[in-house]
Nanobody
């Protein structure tokens, strides 16, 4: 059974940093691309970033480019999202998902069935 478990969310002030983790099990992690998606209150599922199985190919939404870094440790079956210079508009529930996605620009919304598995999410709140 595929399991994805996110952690690392919390409350942070604007300009602060957080690192999210997603522990994966039930599949050969290194074989699959992985993605971070977020959902702000009353909004849809917004694509944030994706990485290929080997970690060498990454993609970012324009809204996070230069501030967020996606990475993975295949030895630990773990996906990461380092978030720096956080803004209030980054407030959302962050999900990791199994699969790859990419689009240009900001505001790229996805559907649940665009990915084969999802985690339960971790809340990130950016507020002073």
């Amino acid at each position: 059974e595929v399991q994805l478990v996110e952690s690392g969310g919390g409350l942070v002030q604007p300009g602060g940093s957080l690192r999210l983790s997603c522990a994966a099990s039930g599949f050969t992690f290194s074989f699959y691309a992985m993605t971070w998606v977020r959902q702000a209150p009353d909004k849809g599922l917004e694509w944030v970033s994706s990485v290929n199985g080997g970690g060498g190919i990454t993609r970012y939404a324009d809204s996070v480019k230069g501030r967020f870094t996606i990475s993975r440790d295949n030895a630990k079956n773990t996906l990461y999202l380092q978030m720096n210079n956080l803004k209030s508009e980054d407030t959302a529930v962050y999900y990791c998902a199994k699969g790859f996605y990419s689009c240009s620009g900001s505001g790229c919304y996805v559907r649940k069935d665009d990915f084969s598995s999802w985690g339960q999410g971790t809340q990130v709140t950016v507020s002073s």
